[in-house]
Nanobody, 117 residues
C-alpha cells in the first residue's frame, strides 16, 4: 500500500523560504519508470502542477516556480523534498505530494503553505 506523508508547511513572510518533505512508504521513489513530484491547490482554484521528476526523463517545473523552487530526493530516507525560495503571496496553497506508477496516481494528505506579511 502506497502512503505519502507531507510535512514542513507553515506561515512565512514574502521573500522567505520553506522546505516541504514527503515521506513515502510502499514504493521506492527511485523506482524506474515512475514519476514523483508536487502539486498545489489555492483557495477557490483547481489543483495545479508545481514540479515533477520522472526516472529516465528528468525534472520539469511550472513556469510560475522556475528559478525559485527545487525538488530533490533522499534515497536512503525514501523522502522527496520541495525547497521553496523567494516565496510570494500567490504561492499560498495546500501542497500535495504525488507519485505516478503504472498508470496509478497516489496523493498525500497535503500541507498548508501561507505566504503573508
Amino acid at each position: 500500500q502506497v502512503q505519502l506523508v507531507e510535512s514542513g508547511g507553515g506561515l512565512v513572510q514574502p521573500g522567505g523560504s520553506l522546505r516541504l518533505s514527503c515521506a513515502a512508504s510502499g514504493v521506492r521513489l527511485n523506482q524506474y519508470g515512475m514519476a514523483w513530484g508536487w502539486y498545489r491547490q489555492a483557495p477557490g482554484k483547481q489543483r495545479e502542477f508545481v514540479a515533477e521528476f520522472t526516472e529516465g526523463r528528468g525534472t520539469n517545473y511550472a513556469d510560475s516556480v522556475k528559478g525559485r523552487f527545487t525538488i530533490s530526493r533522499d534515497n536512503t530516507e525514501n523522502t522527496a523534498y520541495l525547497q521553496m525560495n523567494s516565496l510570494k503571496p500567490e504561492d499560498t496553497a495546500i501542497y500535495y505530494c504525488n507519485v505516478k506508477i503504472m498508470l496509478m496516481n497516489y496523493w498525500g494528505q497535503g500541507t498548508q503553505v501561507t505566504v503573508s506579511s
